[in-house]
């Protein structure tokens, strides 16, 4: 049982355009969202979070939306750069569990056209 | 220049053989953790610490081993009692509870 999904993929954009990546998620319990980016052959690196008191994030190109009816986050990036290639990864946790054990989604792989 | 670094970056393991991975943080994080990827799949979590001298199984811990005796080392060991144990092998830190984990750069173990 899945409980975060990244139903696309991949996902291939052109140089200046948005990125717009996708996830979904089933337990109602998660409260604090996180993406990464990862390299070939290298660890995720933490891009950003938002917490369930909040429908939105911003850190410069990076936007991250949450919408909690829906059980849905998205990732904006704009403008998307070549850079930006990676896999992304969205993971969720419930912040009151004693662990902080995130479960993450099977990563969407974004290709930025020069 | 503070961060988490896990070696080797590749390991090889013969049948029947156990192999230990290594991981150290400089990060004065208290949890750590060990997570395993596969292809096509997401990071799925093998053991995590929250304080020295303790720590938990995660969702795959069949076959791994783990210690906490310091508060910047966790090392796993891979077992010969993991089956499958080829996969890139994923260490992480945080603070706290709520704070985003940070990783090292992975390793890969493959089976001769």
């Known amino acids: 049982d899945q409980q975060v999904k990244q139903n696309s993929p991949s996902l291939s954009v052109q140089e200046g355009r948005i990125s717009i990546l996708n996830c979904d998620y089933t337990?109602?319990?998660?409260?604090?969202f996180l993406w990464y980016k990862k390299y070939p052959a290298e660890g995720p690196t933490f891009l950003i979070s938002?917490?369930?008191?909040?429908d939105k994030n911003e850190d410069g190109r990076f936007t991250v939306f949450l919408n909690k009816s829906a059980k849905h986050l998205s990732l904006h990036i704009v403008p998307s750069q070549p850079g930006d290639s990676a896999v992304y990864f969205c993971?969720?946790?419930?912040?009151?569990?004693?662990?902080?054990?995130?479960?993450f989604g099977t990563g969407t792989l974004l290709a930025v056209q020069p | 220049d503070g961060g988490i670094t896990q070696s080797p970056k590749y390991l090889f393991r013969k049948e029947g053989q156990n192999v230990t991975l290594s991981c150290e943080q400089n990060?004065?994080?208290?949890?750590m953790y060990w997570y395993r990827q596969d292809p096509g799949q997401g990071l799925r979590l093998i053991y995590y610490?929250?304080?020295?001298?303790?720590?938990q199984k995660g969702d795959i811990a069949e076959g791994y081993s783990v210690s906490r005796e310091k508060k910047e080392s966790f090392p796993l060991t891979v077992t010969s009692a993991q089956k499958n144990p080829t996969a890139f092998y994923l260490c992480?830190?945080?603070?706290?509870?709520?704070?985003?984990?940070?990783f090292g750069d992975g390793t890969r173990l493959s089976i001769l």
């Open positions: 992480a830190s945080s603070y706290r509870t709520n704070q985003p984990q940070h």
């Open positions: 337990n109602s319990m998660f409260d604090y």
């Open positions: 938002i917490s369930s008191i909040k």
């Open positions: 993971a969720a946790s419930e912040s009151g569990g004693a662990t902080n054990k995130l479960i």
């Open positions: 990060l004065n994080h208290d949890a």
């Open positions: 610490s929250q304080i020295v001298n303790d720590f």
